[in-house]
Nanobody, 122 residues
Framework: QLQASGGGLVQAGGSLRLSCTVS????????MGWFRQAPGKEREFVVS????????YYADSVKGRFTISRDNAKNTVYLQMHSLRPEDTAVYYC?????????????????WGQGTEVTVSS
């Protein structure tokens, strides 16, 4: 089970930190990622991180503004978001990847959280 939290309403330029905690069953986890889905749009890749080692991948739209990190002892991944823009408004989903597929592709992720809503007002 993946539990995402931390969403909310923030003004443009503000910051939020999302968390995603994995509980229950164990996974052979290769990585975790965050995707987002704005109203009327497809779910898109935001960022991902290796479960071991330091590798990260970022969508161009969030580079320099968002930072992903993890705490393996807590089975938790964090998404620190700064300089938020109205176009960042979306439901943010965390996901676990248990295979060697691309970190960028939605289809590579096997388990998904319920989503947490982020709204950025202008």
């Amino acid at each position: 089970q993946l539990q995402a939290s931390g969403g909310g309403l923030v003004q443009a330029g503000g910051s939020l930190r999302l968390s995603c905690t994995v509980s229950g069953r164990t996974f052979d986890t290769y990585g975790m990622g965050w995707f987002r889905q704005a109203p009327g749009k497809e779910r898109e890749f935001v960022v991902s991180i290796y479960w071991t080692g330091g590798g990260t991948y970022y969508a161009d739209s969030v580079k320099g503004r968002f930072t992903i990190s993890r705490d393996n002892a807590k089975n938790t991944v964090y998404l620190q978001m700064h300089s938020l823009r109205p176009e960042d408004t979306a439901v943010y989903y965390c996901a676990v990847k248990t295979n060697r597929g691309s970190y960028y592709l939605r289809s590579s992720y096997d388990y998904w959280g319920q989503g947490t809503e982020v709204t950025v007002s202008s």
